[in-house]
């Protein structure tokens, strides 16, 4: 935004430089306009994300004359960019990839109700050739057409290059556009070589964050599985419990009932989602010794509590305690992840990890997000500024490089969810069959293609894990 105002700055002043006073040239003036109801958006991004934000220091002081700095920028959206900028580590990257804000209602769509409008299909490489369905969600439109996991996309509406280097050259703008249009057309390799040739239109539909679960014999002990893909909030707005309480529960029942005595918890794409979620799997995943036993605390800013008492809300970042009600006992678990698990999947890692020997197995570090929000509705769009950071009972809470991995392994694309041979499962597996990690290499377990290419380049999966959302939302019930 400095970029487009100074360069309009040095246009107008370059026309008058280049005219004389007395050439008939009339000076040009601002011209008045009413004050529109973007105006008061932007005034009030500023008000409200300086009254919440974790690096509330950091911000300028523009509260003498708020319009005079938000005039500056052409959208509520540029505002909040600009505010993002300040705060940095001490490599000088801003801390703040995260605040954002929600015209649509979205994310109370998807994160409080269960509510998703898309096609229901993700996709990564496999190779730097051969891009892959990565997950479907149950009920999709993609999922309705049969599509699954593991099938290889050809062609997409058209464009038959999808190599991850023509994929780059414009930023991944033709995929991501393709993938969030209304409809798409799709070419897909079934993995026994035949070709089908969809066309999908958005729809709304139902998210179903567990995508699998099995229960493995390894080493004489029994082990639990689960892929879990969204944290679609367990209570409703009324403090009523959701249908994502009920399916957790059924599932641990399941477990306590078979006698498992470890987990593998697959988070390799769970971009996070409601706190209340988070805080409820942690109580059930932990062991019986952590009841009463602190599990996390929030840090703020040092006048936020006071801001919202201010406003009414009921917003509450006082410390949590582990409330153990179930009777499943896990000695380990074993994480699945990716550079997509973050947020609310990163809390869930690190409260656990003080109470339960925990093993990361994914390719590299998880996202990096120990922050979270609040939705604040303003003028009908939704506030989302980082507001807080957790912390677990050993005070660890400085992650925003991630999470690192106990081993690598490379996502395998080619076996759904809950594959005993799925690479990173089958580590977890050998683990507990031998009481450690296996001694294959990361070039190893890479995916190959039918024409020999290699592995894909190190972290370009990456930019499409990080393309859904990512959050740790605390919402007020």
Not at 290 to 296: H, K, N, R, S, V
Not at 448 to 453: H, W
């Amino acid at each position: 935004m400095k970029r487009i105002y100074w360069t309009l700055t040095l246009f107008f002043a370059g026309m008058l430089a280049g005219c004389d006073r007395d050439d008939g040239m009339p000076q040009l003036e601002r011209p008045s306009r009413a004050e529109t109801e973007e105006d008061r958006l932007k005034d009030s991004v500023y008000v409200y994300t300086y009254g919440f934000y974790l690096w509330q220091e950091h911000l300028p002081d523009w509260h003498a004359d708020v319009r005079a700095q938000t005039a500056r920028f052409n959208s509520a959206d540029a505002v909040l960019e600009e505010l993002k900028g300040y705060a940095r580590d001490a490599a000088g990257n801003p801390y703040d990839r995260f605040s954002f804000l929600d015209r649509w209602g979205t994310v109370n769509a998807e994160i409080q109700q269960g509510m998703a409008g898309s096609f229901g299909i993700d996709v990564r490489y496999m190779t730097d050739d051969d891009l892959y369905v990565k997950r479907v969600d149950i009920g999709s439109p993609a999922y309705q057409a049969g599509i699954q996991r593991g099938w290889q996309i050809l062609e997409v509406n058209g464009q038959t290059d999808l190599s991850l280097a023509n994929m780059e050259r414009d930023n991944f703008e033709f995929l991501f556009g393709a993938l969030d249009a209304e409809a798409i057309g799709l070419r897909l390799r079934r993995p026994d070589g035949s070709e089908v040739s969809l066309d999908l239109d958005r729809r709304t539909y139902q998210l179903q964050p567990i995508l699998a679960h099995q229960i493995f014999t390894a080493g004489g002990k029994k082990v639990g599985y689960f892929a879990f893909d969204i944290f679609v909030s367990t209570l409703d707005d009324r403090d009523n419990p959701t249908y994502v309480k009920t399916q957790l529960d059924q599932l641990v029942r399941t477990f306590e009932e078979a006698g498992v005595q470890e987990l593998i918890v697959d988070l390799r794409y769970n971009g996070g989602g409601a706190v209340i979620t988070a805080d409820y799997l942690s109580n059930l995943l932990a062991p019986r010794s952590a009841d009463g036993q602190l599990m996390y605390t929030n840090k703020s800013n040092g006048s936020l509590e006071n801001f919202l008492a201010s406003k009414g809300s009921r917003i509450d970042l006082s410390p949590v305690y582990y409330r153990k009600t179930n009777t499943l006992d896990v000695t380990r678990i074993y994480f699945l992840v990716t550079e997509g698990t973050a947020s609310a999947s990163e809390l869930v890692i690190n409260n656990l990890k003080p109470y339960v020997d925990t093993k990361l197995i994914g390719e590299y570090a998880t996202y990096g997000k120990p922050v979270g929000y609040f939705p604040w509705n303003i003028r009908g769009v939704d506030l989302y500024a980082v507001s807080f950071q957790t912390f677990n009972a050993k005070g660890y809470g400085e992650y925003f490089s991630g999470l690192p991995v106990d081993k690598q392994v490379f996502d395998d694309l080619t076996r759904d969810f809950g594959d005993p041979e799925e690479a990173m499962i089958a580590e977890a597996l050998h683990y507990v069959q031998h009481g450690g990690f296996s001694a294959a290499t990361l070039s190893r377990q890479a995916g190959v293609s039918a024409a020999g290419s290699t592995q894909v380049s190190p972290h370009r999966n990456g930019i499409l894990d990080r393309h859904s959302m990512k959050g740790m939302f605390i919402f007020r019930h």
